[in-house]
């Protein structure tokens, strides 16, 4: 392409490190459909002629297919899909091919076919991360009466619903659907137009373009529009943050289906063994899942390290901008994948869960709240729950295995009435503060995450 300003061709070892059509060959699609929208724009501007816009976007669309049918060579020598793309159309089209590039440079194509690409592709995790909150939804409609201890610091602490407990992932996930609409609004900003950095002498109309694409916004200016990079790292972003939550999910899953705990029963198609303990039922799936977290906050740093200190305009380190975006993508969408079936084939061990009630005196914060109620302080209620619960270290006993009169000792207000707080499913149903794990709280919950999901989904409310 600059062969005007050369007298020797480039060297083979210099072409093949610079090339990249390897990776951004993958949007392709996007390539077509951009250089198609801006040429509609040329002839609409009369800058190039009708007739020659009607060829080249008949060429275009034959360069499609020929992609698609696997019959398109893609040559090293042109170093990129862009090249690539616009050196077939002149052949298929001849010389008005070349005028596809008129106020055009790879500088805004490369940003416009990578947003089109990045903005496809965050719709295609938020679809995944919907089915996803479908499944946990549904496992949470039936498990909002089984009862499991919850955790601080990893030590038994108080009784949940495990409904709740999933719940508490939906809103997670649905964190990350609503961070990925705000990042698109970033995301869906039409860059051509801005030309190599400092815009153009033809007359041209960006915002048609961006129309056109279905992009609601255009650049404010040109050198930052071709600089600009911040969508790649906040679509790597929104993905770490995806897998970070991910992980701890898998984290909570490979606890459970630990035997000592016992809670979750790894379904066999997503379990693996060993080759030497016969006994084992691996969690491999979720390890490898809460691997792949490190690898996307690699690919975050990675792209925050490209693009610090780079100076304006286009630089050629941004083209390395495509691995760690394209590697994010492939590891949390195969991850998502994994997991909605796993969420769908998994069950859980009501047994296991009310047996384990009993260990850690997880009914401990009921005791002194009834304390409480019977007008002691909270401070004092802590402490002489504390001293009935070393109590019962010693003796091996729960709580509400005490009788009145031995816990009387600790505090003559202690009555019969006790025991229905020591309750730990009657412990639950009254915790209905807001977002609580009460039963009529949760009941709301999943009320209000399926009408969330209806209206994603497309529907009305
Ligand atoms: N392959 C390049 C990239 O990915 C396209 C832009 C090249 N622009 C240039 N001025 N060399 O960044």
């Not at 498990?143 to 508490?168: K, M, R």
Request: aromatic share 10%.
């Amino acid at each position: 392409m600059w062969k005007g300003r050369f007298k020797e061709d480039t060297s083979a070892l210099v072409q093949d490190y610079t090339c990249s059509v390897e990776i951004d060959k993958k949007f392709y699609l996007e390539d077509i459909e951009g250089s198609k929208a801006h040429v509609k724009m040329l002839a609409k501007q009369k800058i190039i002629s009708e007739e020659d816009a009607r060829k080249i976007l008949e060429g275009l669309e034959k360069v499609k297919r020929e992609i698609e049918d696997g019959k398109f060579e893609w040559k090293k020598e042109l170093e990129d899909v862009h090249m690539n793309i616009e050196n077939r159309l002149t052949e298929i089209i001849g010389e008005v091919g070349k005028k596809v590039h008129t106020a055009r440079s790879r500088n805004d194509q490369v940003v416009l076919d990578f947003r089109l690409y990045i903005s496809k592709n965050l719709k295609k995790w938020q679809k995944k991360l919907l089915s996803l909150i479908e499944e946990l939804i549904k496992k949470a409609e039936n498990h909002i009466e089984v009862i499991l201890p919850g955790f601080t610091h990893l030590q038994p602490a108080q009784p949940i619903s495990l409904a709740h407990y999933l719940l508490a992932y939906v809103f997670m996930f649905k964190r990350d659907v609503e961070r990925i609409e705000d990042a698109l609004k970033r995301i869906e900003v039409s860059p051509l137009g801005a030309c190599a950095l400092a815009g153009t002498t033809h007359n041209i109309d960006p915002l048609c373009v961006a129309k056109e694409l279905g992009f609601p916004k255009v650049f404010e200016n040109s050198i930052d529009a071709v600089s600009d990079r911040d969508f790649v790292m906040e679509s790597i972003f929104v993905g770490a943050c995806v897998m970070m939550h991910i992980s701890r999910m898998c984290e909570d899953f490979i606890i459970w289906s630990n035997p000592y705990f016992g809670f979750l029963i790894l379904p066999d198609k997503f379990a693996t063994g060993s080759s030497i303990m016969p006994q084992k039922k691996n969690p491999d799936i979720l390890e490898l899942t809460r691997g792949k977290a490190g690898r996307v906050y690699g690919n975050l740093i990675n792209i925050m390290t490209i693009l610090k200190g780079l100076s304006l305009t286009y630089n050629r380190d941004l083209q390395e901008d495509k691995f760690p975006f394209m590697d994010t993508d492939e590891t949390l969408s195969s991850s998502l994948e994994v997991l909605i079936e796993f969420i769908k084939e998994v069950k859980f061990n009501k047994k296991k869960m009310e047996e384990l009630l009993k260990v850690g005196f997880i009914n401990a914060t009921e005791l002194a709240d009834y304390l409480v109620k019977k007008g002691i302080s909270f401070r004092d209620a802590h402490f002489i729950t504390g001293r009935i619960v070393a109590y019962c270290e010693e003796l091996g006993k729960g709580l509400e295995d005490l009788s009145v009169s031995e816990m009387k000792k600790f505090c003559p207000l202690i009555e019969e009435d006790v025991y229905e707080y020591l309750d730990y499913k009657k412990s639950v149903m009254r915790r209905i503060s807001l977002g609580g794990t009460g039963f009529d709280r949760i009941k709301e919950q999943i009320e209000y995450a399926k009408k969330w999901i209806h209206k994603k989904n497309g529907g009305s409310v």
